[in-house]
């Protein structure tokens, strides 16, 4: 087996990537207060479609899933009209761009919701610390367990925004769960305090996730869904006693559903979750988390990944590929503006020759 670079393509699921740099999924949070993306969103995405793959920012398939101020949606018919003009601008340079799925679960606010409901999670339990809300920081708040029938709504959700997803022009979905939100919430034991089928045993927590699947898998065929997984990440106050065992269970019981890839950002020491996970997924695995091109280039080289995934670099680099090809130096990212409105700090980064010039 020669071993692979970045630059060599891969298949990942329906799709052949021109290259193994995936842009990761980020909140930029410019969308309006009904959860229609803005006027530059396409431009933004459309300025990195040189990326193998582009994962969309975390959008919420309900209203009851909106995690974050000005974060965008995909329930409403103008949210699908809006997301119509970014896929199809990606599209115009030759990308390719999947959505991703994001419920907040507990990590919401009332502000947010719907009658300023509370939000919803596996059990009652609040997670520590704060959120920010255009009221300023706000503790935290006790969510609400959902009732069995209301899980099999929410699964039914994720079916309805994967077909809204490939209505509106997306070449697939990437189900999140990751950083705390809601299946993570399910993974995880000190979130999830449930003694029926969904609580309890890793193969009991995992069965949220399973379930979404197998629904957006209904809609647009396994080999248009992927998943991201972020093991021992302890983001949004997420705990869990034994992750190996959780990670490990999930994903012998999805690995051989044929999807599109499964995407990996591991935190934590004491386990190699990519040497643990890889061989129980068959499929396209793509590793990310703290890479910059020797990290990358080494896990691609080794087969320790089938592709790399940047976030913060494509921020910052929206012709990421071309600088690791031309070994040019990197535009730094400016975290102030990652969820502030407007185009400072979002379509502005310069390309290669902007610099030059
Ligand atoms: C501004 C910002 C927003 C993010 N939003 C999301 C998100 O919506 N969904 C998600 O899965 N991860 C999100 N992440 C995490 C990234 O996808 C990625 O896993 C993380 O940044 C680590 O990769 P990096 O070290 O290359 O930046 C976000 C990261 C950043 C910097």
Redesign the pocket.
Known sequence: MTSKTLFDTVRAGRYELRNRLVM?????SRADNEGVPGPLVAEYYAQRASAGLIIS??IYPSAMGKGYVRTPGLHTDAQVEAWKKVTAAVHARGGLIFA?I?HAGRISDPSLLPGQALPVAPSAVKPEGATYTDEGMKPHVTPRALEKAEIRAVVGEYAEATRRALAAGFDGVEF?A??GYLPMQFLSGGSNRRDDEYGGSAENRARFTVEALDAMIAVAGADRVGI?I?PEMAFNDISDANPAETYATLVQLIGNKGLAYLHV?PYGKSTDYHALLKPLFKGTYLA????DQDKATQLVASGKADAA?????F?SNPDLPQRFLAGAPLNAADSST??TPGAKGYIDYPVLEAAAA
Not at 309 to 313: A, E, H, K, Q
């Open positions: 990761a999924p980020m909140t930029r920012e975390g991703q994001m999140h990751a950083s991201k972020s950002t990310g988390a703290g890479l995934v940047f976030g913060t670099l921020v990652f969820y």
